[in-house]
Nanobody, 128 residues
Framework: QVQLVESGGGSVQAGGSLRLSCAASGYPLWLYCMGWFRQAPGKEREGVAGIYTGGGRTYYVDSVKGRFTISQDNAKNTLYLQMNSLKPEDTAMYYC?????????????????????WGQGTQVTVSS
């Protein structure tokens, strides 16, 4: 079975950095669409960053553009989210998501409903 395991979360002061990792295993087909979502208490789950792993095209929600970078390491079967200049409003549970379907990984937004596989999440807390 497909398994996604996140790591790298933690507590950091505003302005600091964290790098999240998502290790993928057990996938019978290539995971063309991968992304990061987050959910803060009392808020809906939000698509943060996505990547088309077959070509490298990326998506970012406006609030993280210029601060976050999504990337992949195919040799390690790992997805990353580099988060710089962190703000308190970035505090959330961050989830890795993936899907083998290659079309429309993101079309104007990162839609959680089109991703079939999910990790269990890693907590990111940013203090002021």
């Amino acid at each position: 079975q497909v398994q996604l395991v996140e790591s790298g979360g933690g507590s950091v002061q505003a302005g600091g950095s964290l790098r999240l990792s998502c290790a993928a295993s057990g996938y019978p087909l290539w995971l063309y669409c991968m992304g990061w979502f987050r959910q803060a208490p009392g808020k809906e789950r939000e698509g943060v960053a996505g990547i088309y792993t077959g070509g490298g095209r990326t998506y970012y929600v406006d609030s993280v553009k210029g601060r976050f970078t999504i990337s992949q390491d195919n040799a390690k079967n790992t997805l990353y989210l580099q988060m710089n200049s962190l703000k308190p409003e970035d505090t959330a549970m961050y989830y890795c998501a993936a899907d083998y379907r290659r079309s429309d990984c993101f079309s104007g937004r990162l839609d959680e409903d089109r991703y079939n596989y999910w990790g269990q999440g890693t907590q990111v807390t940013v203090s002021s």
